[in-house]
């Protein structure tokens, strides 16, 4: 029951309450005051964090604007270099970082980081003082310099990299400085009219042919430096066609109308429409980059190699910044690797775009009919259901052209320098595999790849041992690995070993790989033996033939995989001795 009561109030007179309720409720207000006043408490204006406003890039400065990039191997950046500067844009690479940059990184950011961060936000400071030191003024590296980097919305601290990229520049001195941030989603956070960076056709397939480049030439070098006869010849031709690849991706003119009907191209109806078409079919139909790439195959070719050469083969997986860098970032593992006599496959960044498009497919398959938070219809609504399905159709045809599409263009690439780098890995097979130990629906780094690969490598007899390197702390790789117990328990002849990487301690885990290491060359020791026995030939009788056929020594002769038999050297035992004549108790698997 309301009543309408007037009471007194210290120093305020008579005020007006409108119900006993109200009353209670500013009594306990002027109490609750009262004791916060005795107490001490202060209460402090809330002010909400909102993301800082970036300052834009627009057209009018980009030919005096240097854009700088990073984070891949040396290979691919290099390529990506030539790729943004055919387009028009200024840019240089920022070196692999170092330990150096990593202690910068710890700094200047935040505690509690993973070191792909530390690394990444320390070596763009590092790289920013270095041109300070050698002259260039702090007004012209925040008014002409932009960093590239991608970004995430996933839930791990790769989310946080921005925030991380402006509170480490704002603290070593260089707030303002501009990051602009590609996503896994939404793609670059600019606006579309007169923006610096044009995210048009031209520039996704400039990057996506020079990243795809980068992986096949990266693989093939990886293939033949084991067993080259000349050390450091590979390293040599290595670095001579990537300069070569360079040069032609920086040549190369984006297709256009003009270029192919001049003056005439200029007033052709629908335009724009036809031009996006040729650009699309120039790329699929083309052969701009194939001569380029025979001679880089070409030049590979040119090394000889043995084959005969044990080696057990390891396959790189893991957290993708740590599996792909070159440096300090994952304890300089690849040349350790080699000089410990291993044959490495190192994971291309072709497989990471493949996984996103498939967790696209995924999504859209589980959400069908659920788009904006909407529910499904009733049964009776034939109409709605109809709409409902063309719609899912529709857009699962474009992702699965776009599967089609990418792998072709990256097995073209493939087949251009000589056919023997590894196919993409189908994806559907790779979730059939892994979500049985880890749901392929949980986000969040690799997924399920770091499980379905080390099955998959393994199962499918590619590798003696998987070697997963992440980095310390990573929260999808501390999940994968949980799962990797029971795929190990599993699988028991595989030989899996997980490697936290950080700034230090690269002598212990130069250590852990050794000892599994030995696992795995004792392993292809005796699988090359028990081949051997099988064929009854001996590794110089099968020298002595390769000697007499020349061609059996270049470094892209293609040698068949053989059911049951893992490394280089017993399959090329196989090959050659079909190739002597002998009845050999192996079967080629399909390509």
Partial sequence: MSTSTQIPTSGQGLVQISSLEDMIRERVAEERARLEKEAGVVHKQVHHFHKPIERGFTKEERPKTTLLFGGLTWKHEKLIHGALEGLGYRCEVVPVPDVKAFQLGKEYGNNGQCNPTYFTVGNLVQYLQKLEESGVKREDLLNHYIFLTAGACGPCRFGMYEAEYRLALRNAGFDGFRVMLFQQSGGLNQSE???????????????????????????????????????????????????????????????????????????????????????????????????????????????????????????????????????????????????????????????????????????????????????????????????????????????????????????????????????????????????????????????????????????????????????????????????????????????????ETSGEGEINAHSRVQMALGEAKAKAKIEFREVLEKLGKTADELRAFVDSHPEMSSALYKVPKYKGVIGTAPNFAVHVAEKMGASVPYHQEAH
């Fill in 193 to 499: 009219a007169e923006a610096g960076l044009a995210m048009n056709l031209d520039f996704f397939l400039n990057l996506l042919n020079a990243m795809n480049m980068g992986d096949v030439i990266n693989e093939v070098a990886h293939q033949i430096r084991p067993f080259e006869a000349n050390p450091g010849e590979t390293d040599a031709i290595l670095d001579e066609c990537i300069d070569y690849m360079h040069e032609v991706l920086k040549k190369k003119s984006p297709w256009s109308i003009e270029g192919v009907l001049g003056k005439l191209g200029q007033n052709i109806p629908m335009k724009g429409t036809v031009e996006y078409v040729g650009k699309f079919l120039n790329q699929l139909y083309s052969d701009d980059y194939v001569s380029a790439l025979n001679h880089v195959r070409d030049r590979f070719n040119s090394i000889k190699v043995d084959r005969l050469k044990v080696k057990p083969i390891v396959k790189i997986t893991g957290e993708f910044w740590a599996q792909t860098t070159e440096g300090d970032g994952n304890f300089n593992m690849f040349p350790f690797l080699v000089r410990e006599g291993a044959q490495i496959i190192v994971e291309p960044v072709g497989t990471w775009i493949m996984y996103m498009i498939h967790q696209v497919v995924q999504k859209i398959r589980d959400t069908k009919g659920l788009e904006d938070g909407a529910v499904m219809p009733p049964a009776w609504r034939l109409d709605k259901h109809a709409k409902i399905e063309m719609n899912y159709r529709n857009k699962l045809a474009k992702l699965k052209v776009a599967e089609v599409i990418f792998s072709r263009e990256y097995h073209k690439i493939i087949d251009s320098l000589g056919g023997t780098a590894h196919r993409l890995v189908n994806q559907y097979e790779l979730q059939r595999l892994g979500h049985p130990y880890y749901n392929s629906r949980a986000g969040g780094g690799e997924g399920h790849l770091e499980v379905a690969k080390n099955i998959y490598y393994s199962n499918k007899e590619l590798c003696h041992m998987v070697l997963s390197l992440k980095p310390f702390g990573c929260m999808p790789s501390t999940q994968s690995d949980g799962a990797q117990s029971a795929v190990v328990a599993h699988y028991k002849d595989m030989i899996f070993l997980p490697i």
